[in-house]
């Protein structure tokens, strides 16, 4: 439902199982006999909060699991789960706060990393979305996918010619296989074509963005390199024939 799971529940296994397979109108009337005979019992609170959760009620949702945090305020579910509650109702602060300190607390809760950064993101702070995903531990089996997630966010719009660098620099630091290493690289440099083409203030340092010169003439030819070699890495024909357009149109002209 959000990616925290639902505690053993004996004597509830009956709402579990019917929030297992979505019979949400199932779920809240064994909760609510389940209440009645024991009020006390913090399990049904967490369930009640999924399933709130899970039918768009998000507030209510923070209710149920503000309730369990008060019966277990050491525990990091209950906080993960009133982060995800907060980003569903759109309180971005909230969710920053909650998802920060499960992070803070423990790093192998990767959802907090992305969650932390998507609420980042939500209140426009990019670079502590960046930070929050480079925290991600190398060990981790998402640690690529997080550092793909911060060369995107770096080359959203607004993209500056730091953030270009800076971008060149994860992305030479990342093992990916050929095709997705192709597909940054075509996002990077047409991220920095769009920069070369409008008015901004001059990056720190004069390196090159990809191996191309920051200028918009070199940044066409990395870019029309980019999608010929996507276009030798893709078995589909279609793709294949559109990837090679994009290639002749960005191209500069020339007079050979």
């Not at 192998?108 to 426009?124: N, T, Y």
């Not at 670079?127 to 998402?142: K, M």
Request: net charge negative; with cysteine.
């Amino acid at each position: 439902t959000c990616g925290i799971g639902i505690p053993a529940m004996t004597s509830a296994a009956e709402g579990a199982a019917q929030l297992d397979v979505g019979d949400y109108a199932g779920t809240a009337g064994t909760l609510a006999d389940l209440a009645a005979s024991d009020p006390s019992d913090w399990r049904i609170a967490w369930t009640d909060g999924l399933r709130l959760l899970a039918t768009g009620d998000a507030r209510a949702a923070g209710g149920a699991f503000s309730a369990v945090y008060d019966e277990l305020p050491g525990e990091l579910a209950p906080k993960l789960a009133l982060a995800f509650a907060a980003e569903a109702a759109g309180d971005s602060a909230s969710a920053s706060r909650y998802f920060g300190l499960v992070w803070t607390v423990d790093r192998s809760w990767i959802g907090a990393a992305f969650g932390l950064a998507r609420a980042c993101l939500a209140a426009g702070d990019r670079p502590g979305a960046i930070a929050a995903l480079a925290a991600v531990p190398e060990t981790s089996s998402y640690h690529a996918a997080a550092q793909i997630a911060a060369v995107r966010i770096l080359v959203s719009p607004g993209v500056t010619g730091d953030d270009l660098h800076q971008a060149d620099g994860r992305l030479s630091r990342l093992t990916l296989d050929e095709a997705r290493r192709q597909q940054l690289t075509v996002e990077i440099l047409r991220a920095a074509l769009a920069w070369a083409g409008a008015d901004h203030p001059a990056a720190s340092g004069n390196g090159t963005i990809l191996g191309c010169e920051p200028n918009e003439r070199s940044l066409r030819f990395g870019l029309e390199r980019g999608y010929r070699a996507l276009a030798r890495l893709t078995s589909d024909r279609g793709r294949r024939i559109a990837l090679v357009d994009m290639a002749n149109s960005v191209r500069p002209k020339t007079w050979s």
